[in-house]
């Protein structure tokens, strides 16, 4: 079974708007995390933004935050204001703490800003 | 702020032959990790180290791989007689909060 699913392969995005990116995680273990990566076409994995299972408040980096839903096992991420450089692709990740703190990957979903 | 880094950042191959990608972990991390990319597909996780031996592999990572950490701050990650289809993008990382990357190794084999 898939631990990470990105349902959306691809998104078209007016520059400007606000964007989300859906995420849903299947972990059985209390203690985990959350990772979101920009991947442009050069091909460098960017690390986003971070939200632990126990942290009380959604995370926030600059114009990305985390729409985190614990009970309903979801991770969106929303980006507020879109640029034409936000257009990439984007991978939603976990890491459980048991065992050696691997990180799990989703498939991905390609994000293209128009102008 | 401390990162991993890559080297090199491109390496084109001739088929069979042998190629080592290298890492340098940020330096208090005790995991230390090897993702593969194909293009257009997802990171797949290859093999974690920790303590000097593998701490886990996948699927993936058969005999034609080995992982090594020969000097204390170096991470490498060998493959044997390669082929055509090893050709991807090779992510070193970490383990910590931020859950860095490196910028990768992309691996041509022709």
């Known amino acids: 079974a898939q631990k990470i699913t990105q349902t959306q392969p691809g998104m078209f995005v007016q520059e400007k708007e606000a964007v989300t990116l859906d995420c849903t995680y299947d972990?059985?273990?209390?203690?985990?995390?959350l990772f979101w990566y920009k991947q442009p076409s050069s091909g460098e994995m960017i690390f986003l933004i971070y939200q632990g299972s126990y942290d009380q408040q959604n995370a926030t980096e600059g114009r990305y935050s985390l729409n985190f839903q614990k009970a309903r096992k979801s991770a969106n991420l929303v980006i507020s204001a879109s640029q034409l450089g936000d257009s990439a692709m984007y991978f939603c990740?976990?890491?459980?703490?048991?065992?050696?703190?691997?990180?799990?990957f989703g498939k991905g979903t390609r994000l293209h800003i128009l102008p | 702020e401390p990162e991993v880094t890559q080297t090199p950042s491109h390496q084109v191959t001739q088929m069979g032959q042998e190629v080592i990608l290298r890492c340098v972990p940020i330096s208090n991390h005790l995991y230390f990790y090897w993702y593969r990319q194909i293009l257009g597909q997802k990171v797949e996780f290859l093999v974690s180290f920790y303590n000097n031996e593998i701490s886990e592999k996948s699927e993936i990572f058969d005999d034609q791989f080995s992982v090594e950490r020969p000097d204390g701050s170096n991470f490498t990650l060998k493959i044997r007689s390669t082929k055509l289809e090893d050709s991807a993008m090779y992510f070193c990382?970490?383990?910590?909060?931020?859950?860095?990357f490196g910028s990768g190794t992309r691996l041509t084999v022709v």
């Open positions: 972990t059985s273990d209390p203690s985990y995390g």
């Open positions: 990382a970490s383990s910590g909060l931020s859950g860095a």
């Open positions: 990740a976990m890491r459980e703490a048991s065992g050696d703190d691997k990180i799990i």
